[in-house]
């Protein structure tokens, strides 16, 4: 299991920025880091989770959400066991709690079930 914690989230107006990170750890996570695929979600007030980004294991590519696609980049330090994702000119549709995640080995697209760990959440507020 990876104890997944989020933080940087927090209230803008339209069209400013925010970058969110996420500390990972764990007996096995420090071990097999470079194995996991990363990935954020996010869930609105009455809405399905839905993935955001991810970052496939040992440096592998990424990929977005059609909805945030050329405004976020989501980058990790395995060094620092740290995940990040960069969101610039954010709407206020992309308001919603913002989740970390991590599974072993391939991403397999936006299947949130698929994803052992999740953190807490942080909340963003775009308005």
């Known amino acids: 299991h990876v104890q997944l914690v989020e933080s940087g989230g927090g209230s803008v107006q339209a069209g400013g920025s925010l970058r969110l990170s996420c500390a990972a750890s764990g007996t096995v996570y420090d071990r097999y880091r470079s194995t996991y695929c990363m990935a954020w979600f996010r869930q609105a007030p009455g809405e399905e989770r839905e993935g955001v980004a991810s970052?496939?294991?040992?440096?592998?590519?990424?990929v977005y959400a059609d909805a945030v696609k050329g405004r976020s980049t989501i980058s990790q330090d395995i060094s620092k066991n740290m995940l990040y994702l960069q969101m610039n000119s954010l709407k206020p549709e992309d308001t919603a709690m913002y989740y970390c995640?991590?599974?072993?080995?391939?991403?397999?697209?936006?299947?949130?079930?698929?994803?052992?760990?999740w953190g807490q959440g942080t909340q963003v507020t775009v308005s």
């Open positions: 970052i496939r294991p040992e440096g592998g590519g990424t």
């Open positions: 995640a991590a599974k072993r080995w391939e991403c397999h697209g936006f299947n949130a079930g698929a994803f052992r760990s």
